[in-house]
């Protein structure tokens, strides 16, 4: 990780779970990271807690709605102009609603569509533009995906979230496809965890956190500082390896 101290990473969905605790990786690293989401509040206590214990690089929270496109652009903007632009990338933010297929509510398809893939690609492709204004040739764009991006659940609640994380894999693998093409050394990684114990399935079921409970009770599940591990893991490996990491849960 000696080769990114100083340098700016973008993390979305910073507040909480997985997004907090690769903030927190990242900044014990020295890197300078902006964490967005749409409430900041707990990204500046997180900020604090950085530098109480001393870490080595900084914490700038971003208010930021991924669902609304000029909001992206605001960022990057701010962070051009304040830190030059972004060397990694960590599209981190999403969530599920439990809206099934045969009865679901299109708004709620829509609001994962919009946060989990479109956001995703828009952060995507203004990350590159701004290595690529900068020459940076080093740059990583890490994609945290699911398990579910791979098969889908048995579960009705999932079937339509499972459908987005498909196409996180299908957009890793074409933008690894197109760096390749353009003669870039800009890594792309998709990390898919089986389950985490986060906030993500009381936020799924926020009417019923009984049923959450007993999801993360029945195994032994994995926890947000496991997938923070495997983003420095593959932020570390050398420049010339590609990195696809799999975490399912024994």
Request: proline letters at 3%; one cysteine or more; glycine letters at 8%.
């Amino acid at each position: 990780m000696e080769r990114w101290k100083g340098r700016v990473a973008l993390v979305s969905g910073a507040s909480v779970g997985i997004g907090a605790a690769v903030v927190k990786e990242l900044v014990q690293h020295g890197m300078k990271v902006v964490g967005c989401a749409r409430s900041v509040d707990k990204i500046e206590k997180l900020a604090a807690e950085c530098a109480r214990s001393g870490f080595s690089g900084t914490l700038i929270p971003y208010k930021c709605d991924l669902s609304v496109e000029e909001e992206i652009i605001n960022m990057f903007s701010a962070i051009k102009s304040s830190h030059q632009g972004v060397d990694v990338l960590i599209n981190n933010a999403g969530l599920a609603l439990p809206e099934p297929l045969l009865t679901g509510r299109t708004s709620s398809w829509r609001t994962m569509i919009d946060v989990n893939v479109i956001a995703l690609s828009v952060c995507t492709r203004e990350a590159y533009q701004s290595m690529k204004e900068r020459n940076v040739d080093d740059g990583h764009i890490i994609n945290i995906n699911s398990m579910g991006g791979h098969r889908v659940v048995h579960t009705a609640d999932g079937h339509f979230y499972c459908s987005t994380k498909y196409a996180v894999t299908a957009l890793t693998e074409g933008l690894r496809q197109e760096l390749r093409d353009a003669k870039s050394h800009i890594r792309a990684t998709c990390i898919s965890p089986g389950l985490v114990e986060t906030e993500f399935a009381y936020r799924l079921y926020s009417d019923k956190p009984e049923k959450a409970a007993a999801a993360y009770g029945s195994i032994k599940c994995l926890q947000a500082g496991d997938v923070a591990s495997a983003v420095v893991y593959a932020l570390s490996s050398p420049p010339h390896v590609q990195v696809i990491i799999f975490i399912p849960v024994l």
